[in-house]
């Protein structure tokens, strides 16, 4: 099956934006109008991102420049019309009384930004609150967990990744364990992190994964390939894909065929519009860059592939508009490409 690489079929930018304006007028609702009282909340419309099939949703990085406790999180989903989400792990750890656990609007992401120098003090104290915040893993109650997906199912909305900041070599299988119990009180499929460079610890993560049967969806930038994931998915059932299309055609590859071919171990997609490799690989508006978002999401409808597209907003905020309009601009956008024939 020969795919372009360029969207043919893709949505115009004025006619995407035509028809969205209508859909996002409308939605701002003040945060006292949402979680002044839980009777308000219940009496809310709920959000409904899931057309033909398909599950659109988005992760908490969306909204890193703003405030990301659970009820504000909770909140933006609600404005964007969004009604399943990737739950960041400080959003729902806040929530369950974490120490440490920051929910200040986050510092944006840079590819291939060098790591910042620690002094000596520095990495003592970080040290220190791990095995603080290791403590409290190994402790806490899951009561808080089954709140926050009762707040957030109530209004319409699930959580169906989580990530945690909890599965990394040098956490202990204590809290890793940890990280899968609270993903299955949170409601979620599986949980999402960097691939590791270290096949050990993909293992390591399969094996746990597969105790508590919930997946490991690993994610990739720009050192995406077909086969990225293979070793990976060769060490335990429970180990699959968190895939990012945008970064997978920045690194000058199309996602189509990788899709085509992994679909069953894909647990979720990250969903961002950028420039190919040639074309200098840029964020960009949806509908203006060279992912084949439209042919992606036709793809998942016409397949009946049952993983999320999870949305990415990572471009620059435009003028006059603010993180939770682009989402819900992309949500549209997506809502417009599932319903259009192809």
Not at 99 to 119: C, I, Q, Y
Not at 177 to 192: I, M, N, Q, S
Not at 260 to 276: F, G, I, N, P, Q
Request: hydrophobic content about 35%.
């Amino acid at each position: 099956m020969k795919h372009k690489s360029k969207l043919t079929s893709s949505l115009s930018r004025r006619e995407f934006i035509g028809k969205s304006a209508f859909a996002i007028t409308g939605m701002a609702l003040s945060s006292s109008q949402v979680f002044g009282t839980p009777a308000i909340l219940k009496n809310l419309g709920k959000p409904n991102s899931k057309f033909n099939g398909v599950q659109l949703g988005t992760i908490t990085y969306s909204f890193r420049s703003l405030p990301t406790n659970a009820e504000q999180v909770l909140k933006y989903c609600l404005e964007a019309n969004v009604s399943a989400i990737e739950l960041m792990g400080t959003t729902a750890e806040a929530f369950a009384g974490a120490p440490n656990a920051s929910t200040e609007p986050m510092k944006p992401f840079v590819p291939g930004a060098p790591r910042p120098e620690f002094t000596a003090e520095q990495k003592a104290e970080q040290a220190a609150k791990a095995e603080t915040l290791a403590k409290w893993r190994a402790s806490v109650s899951m009561e808080k967990f089954k709140q926050l997906r009762k707040m957030y199912n109530e209004a319409g909305v699930s959580i169906y990744a989580w990530k945690p900041n909890a599965l990394g070599e040098k956490n202990t299988d204590a809290e890793i364990d940890y990280a899968f119990r609270v993903a299955k009180e949170l409601g979620a499929t599986h949980v999402t992190v960097e691939l590791p460079r270290d096949p050990a610890q993909s293992k390591r993560l399969g094996a746990i994964a597969e105790k508590n049967k919930i997946g490991v969806g690993y994610h990739g930038h720009l050192q995406q390939t077909f086969t990225f994931w293979d070793e990976a998915l060769s060490q335990s059932p429970y180990n699959g894909l968190n895939c990012d299309i945008g970064h997978y055609v920045a690194a000058g590859l199309d996602p189509l065929p990788l899709l085509e071919a992994k679909h069953d171990r894909v647990y979720s997609t990250h969903l961002k519009d950028r420039k190919s490799k040639a074309n200098g690989g840029i964020n960009v508006p949806w509908g203006e860059g060279d992912t084949p978002i439209v042919a992606v999401l036709q793809l998942m409808r016409n397949n009946k592939y049952k993983f999320p597209g999870t949305i990415e907003f990572e471009y620059d905020v435009p003028a006059g508009s603010d993180p939770i309009k682009e989402v819900a601009k992309c949500i549209e956008y997506g809502k417009n490409a599932l319903e259009k024939k192809g």
